[in-house]
């Protein structure tokens, strides 16, 4: 078991217990109010038997995870640290998550849900969203942490925080919107909610299911445990299987965008000159040479990019194919709050076009071409000077994450 350290909202540190193999399908746990990541040790145990890798995660405030000096516990705080740790796994979990981090993960995913997560499963969470029931789940937090008497598990500022009428209030509306593989699994004898209530809620889902795990009253800590985890390996199995993903016409973009992501690219910033000498740029990595005679290439612009209109107007723009150490260059022009080039080298070059300082090269342009090209546009460049470096090494980009060149 390794011990991994996500960063939630502004940076706090969430820790996690990861077991499985790197390639496995990714199931990520979250815990209820009153408990850490250790409530889930026998889950973990047999999702890693069955093929999955398991990502315990202790939410702020709670257990390793950071407790941060500004008490800030609020809800949509946990529910920002989530859509961050999800953002930094390498694949898209199934989320499994109970009590507050079945709210938590509800809140996260009404928004982007593909994008983020290949499912999600609700074990005991309330979910008529009422405020009354949802005192009740936020005065665990109260009680004494387990198994060690004593010794605080999470920070007592969390109860403070716990604000049961705003979470209900986000919660309203938010199932339909959950366009994911979705199991809601109740204990058949759970105070918390009713049957009622979860049919309810999981006919709102767009796909979803329901078990009711028989002698129980709290699934997840409860001795029906093995049962449980029958449900959420037969869900795993039919609902996640393992094997290759498979894209199809239609079905999510960010499959699509994965698959993509299986050609090993170099990395480019694409610059041009506003008419009022203001430089724009954007990082790229659809680059591809086009012709030999005349001299062509191309690059594919996503028609929302805030640079699109500039770079679709300009008579001329430069391709500046990045080298290892200019990755901070990589995610200022890819990123959004930054002042591009306040805080990067570049001179205008000869054919008037913004060249990046120390890059492996540069093309400067004159637009060739516009072709429409989907949710982008081919932008065609004739080159009419190239510099280049030949000493350095290229930053690479290889399924969503920078590489270097590694010769054996
Ligand atoms: C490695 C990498 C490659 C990218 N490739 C492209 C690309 O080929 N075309 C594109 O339009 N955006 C691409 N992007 C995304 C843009 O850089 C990003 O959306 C940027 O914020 C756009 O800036 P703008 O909205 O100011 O134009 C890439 C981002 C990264 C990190």
């Known amino acids: ?13 969430l820790e996690a217990d990861v077991v499985g193999a790197e390639d496995d399908p990714a199931v990520l746990l979250l815990h209820g109010a009153g408990q850490t990541r250790a409530v889930w040790s026998s889950v973990a145990d047999a999702l890693e038997k069955a093929g999955r890798r ?42 499994v998550a109970s009590t507050l981090g079945g709210w938590i993960a509800v809140a996260a995913l009404d928004r982007d849900a593909a994008l983020l997560a290949s499912g999600l499963v ?51 509306g938010a199932a339909p919107r959950i366009a994911l593989p979705a199991l809601y699994a109740r204990g058949a004898m759970s105070e918390l909610v009713s049957t009622a209530d979860a049919a309810a809620f999981v006919g709102q889902l767009p796909d979803g299911e329901l078990v009711e795990v028989a002698d129980a009253s709290l699934v997840v800590t409860e001795d029906r445990i093995d ?24 079905s999510d973009a960010r499959t699509f965008r994965d698959a993509l992501g299986c050609f090993a690219t170099g990395v480019t910033v694409v610059t041009a000159m506003c008419p009022d000498g203001t ?21 594919c612009i996503a028609k929302g990019a805030g640079s699109a209109p500039y770079l679709r107007g300009a008579d001329r723009f430069a391709v500046n194919v990045l080298q290892i150490g200019q ?25 008037g076009t913004p060249v990046l300082s120390g890059s492996l090269s540069s093309f400067e342009c004159a637009r060739e071409a516009v072709h ?29 994450k920078y590489r270097k060149l590694h010769f054996a």
């Open 1 to 13: 078991m390794a011990v991994v350290a996500y960063r939630g909202f502004a940076g706090v540190r």
């Open 54 to 95: 398991v990502i315990a995660l202790d939410l702020r405030g709670h257990g390793g995870s950071e407790w941060p000096d500004d008490g800030r516990y609020d809800f949509e705080t946990m529910v920002e640290d989530l859509r961050a740790v999800l953002a930094q796994l390498g694949s898209r979990p199934m989320v």
């Open 122 to 172: 609700l074990i005991d969470t309330p979910v008529n969203f009422d405020a009354q029931v949802m005192r009740r789940v936020g005065e665990r937090m109260r009680e004494p942490a387990s198994p060690a008497p004593g010794q605080a598990q999470w920070d007592a500022r969390l109860f403070d925080a716990f604000d049961a009428d705003s979470i209900a209030a986000r919660l309203q």
């Open 227 to 250: 049962a449980l985890n029958g449900h959420l390996i037969d869900f795993l199995e039919r609902r996640a299987p393992r094997g290759s993903p498979e894209y199809r016409a239609g």
């Open 279 to 299: 430089p724009i740029g954007l990082t790229a990595n659809s680059f591809t040479s086009v012709s030999l005679d005349p001299p062509l290439l191309l690059v």
């Open 327 to 351: 990755q901070p260059t990589s995610n200022r022009f890819a990123g959004k709050d930054e002042d591009r080039f306040a805080a990067t080298p570049w001179e205008v070059g000869e054919f």
């Open 372 to 400: 429409d090209g989907g949710d982008h546009f081919i932008l065609v460049g004739r080159v009419l000077k190239a510099i280049f470096e030949p000493r350095r090494d290229p930053l690479l980009y290889f399924r969503g």
